[in-house]
């Protein structure tokens, strides 16, 4: 099974910082790299897909970058609604794997 | 417009087995390019994927639960169904099912509201 690990798993930020998050995959997975936004008690939203594809809706301040086995997630400027666990998830091979999460919290 | 919603029994003692229906619209379950994944969340937790089925009734199971899971679906009911034999405690948790589409990398794009299911006697 390909393990994903996610860096940090926890920060605290304030409206307006930049953060990123790192998703690093033990094998390659190309760039079958999807990054989720779960809010408490809510689904898990799909952001990016295929490690830079922005979904549509998603606010640009959002980014996604990598491939093979090193990805980032680039918050560029914090909003309100941004405090949130971020997981990343290969679907380049089954069984699919996430990583552990990152929240990211209010400073 | 496309929907996803889990239902099933909100408590299961330990020994038994779980048995969650997922019913989709807006897509069909023998469109090629789509597929559902079951995955689930216990309380804190990150996601752990589960289970997935393809159009062609090809399937995939995470490894170290695979003696215990079968998916199946029913296309004409528009239904995906997961069954979890010898639920345990460590089983409960929040059981999504989301939707995969190949214009998305595999990625899942839509995902059900999710069905709380607690083990215990």
């Known amino acids: 099974d390909i393990q994903m690990t996610q860096s940090p798993s926890s920060l605290s930020a304030s409206v307006g910082d930049g953060v990123t998050i790192t998703c690093r995959a033990s094998q390659s997975v190309s760039t079958y790299l999807n990054w989720y936004q779960q809010k408490p008690g809510k689904a898990p939203k799909l952001l990016i897909s295929?490690?830079?594809n922005l979904q549509s809706g998603v606010p640009s301040r959002f980014s996604g970058s990598g491939a093979g086995t090193d990805f980032t997630l680039t918050i560029s400027s914090l909003q309100p609604e941004d405090f949130a666990t971020y997981y990343c998830?290969?679907?380049?091979?089954?069984?699919?794997?996430f990583g552990q999460g990152t929240k990211v919290e209010i400073k | 417009q496309v929907t996803l919603k889990e239902s099933g029994p909100v408590l299961v003692k330990p020994t038994e087995t779980l048995t969650l229906t997922c019913t989709v619209s807006?897509?069909?379950?023998?469109?090629?390019?789509?597929?559902v994944s079951w995955i689930r969340q216990p309380p804190g937790k990150a996601l752990e994927w589960l289970a997935h089925?393809?159009?062609?009734?090809?399937?995939a199971y995470r490894t170290n639960v695979k003696s215990r899971l079968t998916i199946s679906k029913d296309t004409s009911k528009s239904q995906v169904v997961l069954t979890m034999t010898n639920m345990d405690p460590v089983d409960t948790g929040t059981y999504y099912c989301a939707r995969s589409s190949q214009g998305q990398w595999q990625a899942y794009d839509y995902w059900g509201q999710g069905a709380p299911v607690s083990v215990s006697s």
């Open positions: 807006g897509f069909s379950l023998s469109n090629v390019r789509m597929g």
């Open positions: 089925i393809f159009s062609n009734d090809e399937k």
């Open positions: 998830q290969q679907s380049n091979s089954f069984p699919r794997t």
């Open positions: 295929a490690a830079s």
